[in-house]
């Protein structure tokens, strides 16, 4: 079985600052991680994913993760944050083998203020 | 490209009362979820079909929850009765592949459901 831990429900930012929305996972098996972003009355879209490889993966809108798994960590930044990217964020496992779903965390609402 | 289309997008009704949401995958998507999502909390699995057999229905309360995908296109997702802890968001998704490692899931933009 799979967890995810988002360890912030909410995360206050002023405009143009940093941003790193932090997950925590547990797995007895190989998984991939994703993060997904949802906008108020919208749906999950997929920001970025980690399969294997390079340790540091590029996604939409400037966003980046960067896996650590000794840490089992995928913690998720952006350098510069926008108005446009207030939404809630979400951290999410698959187990790689077989017939895999998404198991997610419960979320980080990114709040971004001018 | 059509995304996943779901509806009604809102819906109240009364507990004891029964209620169906519709989802329509992408075309050619062989694999559907349904996903529960109550407020504050990350989207948890359902049940998920490949084609029209369930795979995964583990975290469905089948005393009250049915789902069906008919000619593995279409799915419905029935409560009956529905409780006020079903009050929720239940999004429906769909995938080209079996997994999430080399392709992508879809979401819809998710039916709220209130339960008063």
């Known amino acids: 079985a799979q967890s995810v831990t988002q360890l912030d429900s909410q995360v206050p930012v002023f405009e143009e600052a940093p941003v790193e929305l932090r997950c925590n996972y547990s797995?007895?098996?190989?998984?991939?991680l994703f993060w997904y972003v949802q906008y108020p009355n919208q749906g999950l879209q997929l920001l970025l994913k980690?399969?294997?490889?390079?340790?540091l993966v590029k996604g939409i809108n400037g966003f980046e993760a960067e896996f650590n798994k000794s840490q089992t960590s995928f913690h998720l930044r952006k350098p510069s944050v926008h108005i446009s990217d207030t939404a809630e964020y979400f951290c999410a496992v698959s187990p790689i083998s077989g017939y895999s779903t998404l198991t997610f965390g419960k979320g980080t609402m990114l709040l971004v203020s001018p | 490209e059509a995304g996943v289309a779901q509806s009604p997008r809102y819906k109240i009704i009364e507990k004891r009362q029964s209620v169906a949401f519709w989802c329509n995958p992408i075309?050619?998507?062989?694999?559907l979820y349904w996903y529960q999502q109550i407020l504050g909390q990350g989207p948890k699995l359902l049940i998920q079909?490949?084609?029209?057999?369930?795979?995964?229905d583990s975290q469905l309360p089948k005393d009250r929850f049915s789902a069906e995908r008919l000619k593995g296109v279409d799915s419905t997702l029935k409560i009956q009765p529905a409780k006020l802890e079903d009050s929720a968001v239940y999004l429906c998704?769909?995938?080209?592949?079996?997994?999430?490692?080399?392709?992508?899931?879809?979401f819809g933009q998710g039916t709220r459901l209130t339960v008063v």
């Open positions: 980690y399969l294997s490889g390079s340790t």
């Open positions: 079909f490949q084609n029209n057999g369930v795979v995964d």
């Open positions: 797995s007895s098996v190989s998984v991939y």
């Open positions: 075309s050619g998507h062989a694999t």
């Open positions: 998704a769909s995938s080209p592949g079996t997994g999430f490692g080399n392709t992508e899931a879809f």
